[in-house]
């Protein structure tokens, strides 16, 4: 019998536009609730210069009022024009019998929704490219929602291979207040430095998440059999049927609040393997603002590394 697995996604996003005038292929809209006809006016001001937005592997473009989109263009066994938007940009998928007038009419349709998403992507690039870790000493990272920084510290005593959290009682307010000592020579490389932290993150992560499964699982009338650290980009946790629990260690990075919805979430598939109403009245009852802490969750950032 196959094992049922639950997940839990990070991101995602991807619309089936329609192709106008054509009913034997025409789509259905599934992420924009009102049709595109009465879709407002970009609100954008004429006199700014046009956005540029390009795909790494642009083979068309197309000029809207407002946007220049160089995007990726591809054909396919499918029966509808399909629109993605993702970190590189804009992907338009079509019938190999589509023609090239047909796609740019449906691309014209949706732009309002393409040049929101492209706008969306590119902010969200920036905010991501604003945490990335400067691996060097100085450098900081957060911990449980609280900044660290980095130090080098060959003396410490868990020698070349750990590090030790200690609350740096000289900062100043509103700067970091725990500094990570790193067990590593001045000369360490930045991968040296990288590869160090991110274990000591794992380990922390292992306890943290152990410890509030043990919290939780009472609570919900469940039983966790085993659980294991993943490295997913797409997905924050998942459960199994057979009591398995898989945490991303990134969520080390994140408050405990939200910590504890992921944590809750998962252990709730014990209970229904579903996202049904059931479902999440056993994370409310546990929860009672999950929507809050699911609503941070998902304006969280991931620093770069």
């Given amino acids: ?3 049922l697995q639950l997940v839990l996604d990070l991101f995602g996003s991807e619309l089936a536009a329609p192709a106008p005038g054509s009913k034997p292929y025409q789509a259905t809209d599934t992420a924009s609730p009102t049709p ?34 160089h995007y990726q263009f591809r054909r396919g066994q499918r029966r509808t024009i399909g629109f993605a938007v993702g970190a590189d940009g804009l992907t338009v998928s079509a019938p190999r019998w589509t023609p090239l007038t047909e796609v740019e009419a449906a691309l014209r349709e949706k732009e309002h929704w393409i040049v929101t ?9 920036q905010r991501l490219e604003a945490t990335r870790i400067d691996w060097k000493e100085g450098a900081s990272l957060p911990f449980l929602g609280e900044p660290v920084v980095l130090m080098l510290d060959p003396r410490q005593r868990h020698g070349r291979g750990g590090a030790v959290l200690v609350p740096d009682e000289s900062t100043l307010p509103g700067a970091p ?15 040296q430095l990288r590869d160090t ?30 659980m294991s650290l993943s490295s997913a980009g797409t997905r924050w946790g998942s459960a199994s049927a057979d009591g398995s629990i898989r945490l991303n260690w990134r969520l ?11 944590v809750v979430h998962e252990l709730a598939h014990l209970r229904e393997m579903n996202h049904s109403p059931r479902f999440w009245q056993h994370v409310e009852a546990v ?14 950032v991931v620093p770069r590394w």
């Fill in 1 to 3: 019998m196959k094992m």
């Fill in 36 to 69: 595109a006809a009465t879709e407002p006016a970009i609100a954008l001001d004429d006199a700014l210069a046009p956005a540029h937005f390009a795909h790494p592997r642009a083979n068309r473009a197309i000029s809207f009022a407002h946007a220049h989109v």
């Fill in 117 to 125: 998403k492209l706008d969306e992507a590119r902010a969200r690039h």
């Fill in 177 to 191: 207040r725990m500094v990570l000592h790193v067990g590593l020579p001045q000369t360490a490389t930045p991968e």
């Fill in 197 to 226: 932290v991110q274990a000591w993150l794992m380990r922390q992560a292992r306890r943290v998440f152990t410890a509030r499964l043990d919290h939780f699982a009472p609570l919900l009338n469940v039983r966790w059999r085993k």
């Fill in 252 to 262: 080390i990075h994140f408050r405990e609040s939200i910590i504890d919805y992921v």
């Fill in 287 to 300: 929860l009672p603002d999950y929507a809050e802490r699911r609503g941070a969750l998902k304006e969280e």
